[in-house]
């Protein structure tokens, strides 16, 4: 009788040990962390008009930036704070990059207002 006793809580010890190994492994796979997704990127082209240092809502988020109106009522903030090169004089353009949401959190003697603002911010660009 010890003999089938041992046995059998041998038998349930491997058999529990093994279930919870099965169930580990399988959160483990499934808890994988995903990629980010690589923002989308999208091309715009239209009138650009810089707003580079003019002090406007854009340049509490952006310190070099404008506005690009594409022909439609909505004129599109964009920015080029992430380029070494910027543009000139330029009143026709073609920009790609990717739209991002910026946070202002600003210091108290700053006349900027805490807030948020979505962007177009430029990757590359081209005159015309």
Known sequence: MK???????L????LFADYSMAQTT????EAKPKAPKAPKKET???TYQ?????MTPLSCYC????MLSTGGETEIKVCFDKL???????????????????????????PCP???????????????
């Open 63 to 66: 310190s070099d930036g404008g």
């Open 11 to 14: 038998l349930s010890t491997l």
């Open 114 to 128: 805490k807030g948020i603002m979505t962007v177009f911010v430029v990757e590359k660009f081209k005159c015309k």
């Open 3 to 9: 003999q089938v006793l041992f046995s059998f809580l």
């Open 26 to 29: 399988k959160t483990k796979s």
């Open 50 to 54: 810089s707003k580079r240092g003019v």
């Open 84 to 110: 070494d090169k910027k543009p000139k004089d330029c009143q026709k353009i073609s920009v790609t990059g990717h739209y991002e949401t910026l946070a202002n959190d600003p210091e108290e003697t700053s």
């Open 44 to 46: 715009l082209t239209g």
